[in-house]
């Protein structure tokens, strides 16, 4: 019989067996929208892929777009976790069984994107028995399929002992099956030394395996773009951008839902302030590694003028493609904000009135009403005084004048709301990062060299199944965390041993408190 | 072995389309109706595009009165000696044969559109839907196709789903083999000649073997006129081109 301490018992396990009228309407809810995206999936299976709004040159649409962004997604947890086994950071222990869940849910509904995409779905295990070693898309085949393997097992190891508390401890009123689920995932786990050692070593062993895996997963999928010649794609910066991309926003992914199950699992007590700050540090540094990116990216296409090149930069700058593509901008610039500035506002700014959040809110409905008057359908376009700036740049200079109030009158709450700012930053990075794949993808799809450009939009199918992929991932979640402890319980308990014996270590205060001060080189007291 | 090669002089080139025409009877491809080939699903192995495809202002006649010139080319299949679309494929579906033809066998094709993604000359074409064959059609369905160890390639009524493309009359070739075998005489390669070579009014299409150096194609290929279509991505089609003037 192991033993689980009182609380971790309560809100930890409890929560497993009980299920209120909340959690089944939100299953059936999630259920009818992915039986919905079952029905349209047959549709485009006995009408073929004409029902997209794919065409010639736009091979490619939100299928490819789904894919990326969910494999992207999946880095969040697997890499994340890994990194943060490996550099021993305390603070990981309650957030990352969450982040490999993720990972899982994720690697799944992104290969499903492939079965939406492709022609003959009927002849998907070709890719496996007639597989061209020079392919990118085997390449990518043989590394989704490691990583998923390998971070099924990354997510089961540390479910071990987890497993074994949840058999020794099963409430009374739990149905039969539940105890033969845990007790054949534990596989016999007595929790005794041997035991312990040997997981210990698989878990850190697996955590340095599955880094090096998960770059290769992205860096294959930036590859089959850029291995093409196709304008725009042809880049040797594709594989870290993306792999900076997929973390970028597996840490946005993470960050909602750890909230989410820290709101309905009550898990104040586990995911703390600490969790917030400390990984909304990761995600600042990738926030800037991205603009650092991205800003290459262009600035290259741009300067080399490329005759084919430059038509997808244009599209993307100031074209047909330009409002996702400043929309992507101005998202990660407001996250980059809200993670950064609240830091560096001054404390004492509370007190002035004008930094209050209803004037934030008075502000950004302001910004929101010069937006969506600068882009009204205008009878005559209306000019300023000088008659070169026309009333629509007014407009918008008016309404970033106004965001840029928000911005600033909302940094004193913003700093009192870590979890609040950093979902607001999340969203952002997540949404902005869908975007960027669009963006991507689309631009040099639709501007080839030798066919005639045309446009691309989705249709209601192809939004249906991007819908349903969305609530599958939710839905995979829920029935994951009805069935398994949302935070590593054994790890908690370790976390606390640990944090005990630091707390009985003396440590030695250092020899002078009063810092020395030099000047010249000389010190003066 | 012979490497099989077309030479087009565009000098000579009407853009009557009458290869177009030619080769959609020859290889069966489905005509797809008026809106789908507006959203750009039309399904053409032979295309005559105008020059500059993809201009400022969407004009095909450039110059002012006295200087107006119209340009077009006609675009198969370019054949190339290092082909980016087979490099892709997943499941070895597009393949380049020993005599220099790249293959498509629709019985392999996974419809992942990786090939029509990569090839830079966008002569790569999809079946989105079940092609329509409407009775009167149907009736003069070219009856001919290839299939060597359960593959299924050239002329031969496609599937939904899968991506098709001009496999240079490929069943030609193997039916003009057979014809001299049956005549008790060696294969010549002036037996064998596509669709829309043997159709172009103004003879301005040549095809033959690039491996004999006295062959029309191989002459002409050492024209100073003689270029290829984006020699600068490293493709080496063989499809080669005369400039006009």
């Known amino acids: 019989m192991l033993k689980v301490e009182a609380q971790d018992r309560e809100t930890l396990m409890e929560p497993l067996f009980r299920a209120g009228s909340g959690f089944y309407a939100l299953a059936l809810l999630l259920l009818a929208v992915i039986g919905w995206g079952g029905f349209v999936y047959l549709r485009q299976i006995t009408d073929g892929l004409g029902v997209t709004g794919m065409q010639r040159p736009a091979y490619w649409g939100v299928y490819m777009v789904n894919f990326v962004f969910f494999i992207g997604i999946s880095h969040a947890g697997t890499l994340i976790s890994a990194i943060l086994r490996v550099t021993q950071a305390e603070w990981r222990r309650p957030i990352t069984r969450i982040a490999e869940a993720i990972t899982v849910v994720a690697l799944i509904v992104g290969t499903l994107q492939i079965l939406f995409d492709i022609g003959r779905p009927d002849r998907f295990l070709f890719v496996f028995v007639y597989g061209r070693l020079q392919s990118p898309l085997l390449w990518d085949a043989v590394s989704v399929t490691t990583y998923f393997l390998g971070s099924l097992t990354y997510f089961y190891l540390p479910l071990i002992p987890d497993m074994a508390l949840l058999r020794d401890n099963l409430p009374t009123s739990a149905p039969p099956w539940r105890l033969q689920l845990y007790r054949l995932l534990a596989l016999g786990w007595r929790g005794n030394r041997t035991q312990w050692l040997r997981l210990e070593r698989v878990i850190a062993a697996m955590a340095v395996i599955i880094i090096p895996i998960a770059v290769s997963v992205h860096t294959i999928i930036s590859w089959i773009l850029a291995t093409t010649v196709q304008p725009g794609w042809h880049s040797t910066v594709f594989g870290p951008y993306f792999v900076v991309g997929a973390i ?59 005759e084919a090149e430059f038509p997808v930069l244009a599209s993307k700058l100031w074209g047909r493609y330009a409002p996702g593509f400043w929309f992507m901008v101005g998202l990660m610039v407001i996250a980059f904000w809200v993670l950064v500035l609240p830091g560096l506002s001054p404390e004492r700014w509370r007190r002035v009135r004008v930094f209050q959040p209803r004037f934030a809110l008075a502000s950004a409905v302001s910004a929101a009403i010069a937006v969506t008057l600068a882009f009204l359908p205008q009878a005559q376009p209306v000019t300023a005084g000088t008659g070169m700036v026309s009333g629509r740049t007014v407009l918008l200079m008016v309404a970033i004048v106004f965001a840029i109030g928000t911005g600033i009158s909302v940094l004193p709450w913003l700093k009192r709301h870590i979890v609040a700012s950093t979902v607001i930053a999340s969203v952002c990075v997540v949404v902005g990062m869908w975007l960027e794949r669009w963006t991507i993808i689309v631009p040099t799809m639709t501007h080839p060299r030798l066919i005639a450009w045309a446009g691309y939009k989705p249709t209601s199918t192809e939004w249906a199944l991007t819908v349903a992929s969305f609530a599958l991932f939710a839905f995979l979640f829920l029935i994951l965390f009805k069935l398994f402890p949302p935070v590593s319980v054994w790890e908690i308990a370790e976390g606390r041993v640990v944090d005990e014996a630091q707390a009985q270590l003396e440590v030695p205060l250092p020899e002078s408190s009063t810092p020395v001060r030099r000047g010249w080189g000389i010190a003066r007291r | 072995m012979p490497r099989w090669a077309m030479v087009i002089d565009l000098d000579k080139c009407v853009a009557c389309q009458g290869c177009s025409i030619a080769c959609r009877q020859e290889n069966n491809t489905p005509a797809v109706g008026p809106d789908q080939a507006a959203m750009g699903r039309a399904l053409r192995w032979n295309d005559v595009v105008p020059l500059p495809l993809n201009a400022e202002e969407v004009s095909e006649i450039s110059g002012e009165h006295a200087t107006a010139t119209v340009r077009y080319l006609t675009r198969p299949c370019m054949h190339c000696d290092n082909p980016p679309c087979i490099k892709v494929c997943p499941v070895q579906a597009t393949y380049v044969d020993e005599e220099g033809l790249v293959r498509q066998d629709y019985n392999r094709c996974i419809g992942c559109r990786f090939c029509t993604v990569a090839c830079p000359y966008g002569v790569r074409y999809f079946n989105w839907e079940e092609p329509p064959w409407s009775p009167e059609l149907a009736r003069h369905i070219n009856p001919d196709y290839v299939s060597e160890n359960g593959s299924l390639e050239g002329p031969a009524v496609r599937p939904k789903g899968v991506v098709e493309k001009c496999t240079f009359c490929i069943h030609r070739l193997q039916k003009a083999r057979q014809q001299a075998e049956t005549e008790g005489r060696e294969f010549r390669a002036e037996d064998y000649r596509p669709a829309c070579v043997e159709t172009c009014t103004a003879q301005a299409r040549f095809f033959g073997d690039m491996e004999d150096p006295n062959s029309t194609v191989s002459y002409l290929a050492r024209s100073t006129r003689a270029f290829r279509i984006l020699e600068e991505v490293g493709t080496h089609p063989k499809v080669i081109y005369l400039r006009e003037g």
């Open chain 1, 248 to 306: 970028f926003s597996g840490i946005g992914a993470l960050f909602i839902a750890m909230t989410i199950m820290r709101s309905v699992f009550h898990l104040e007590a586990y995911i703390t302030e600490k969790q917030y700050r400390y990984l909304s540090y990761l995600l600042t540094t990738m926030t800037v590694i991205w603009f650092y990116f991205t800003y290459t990216e262009h600035l290259i296409l741009a300067a080399g003028q490329q």
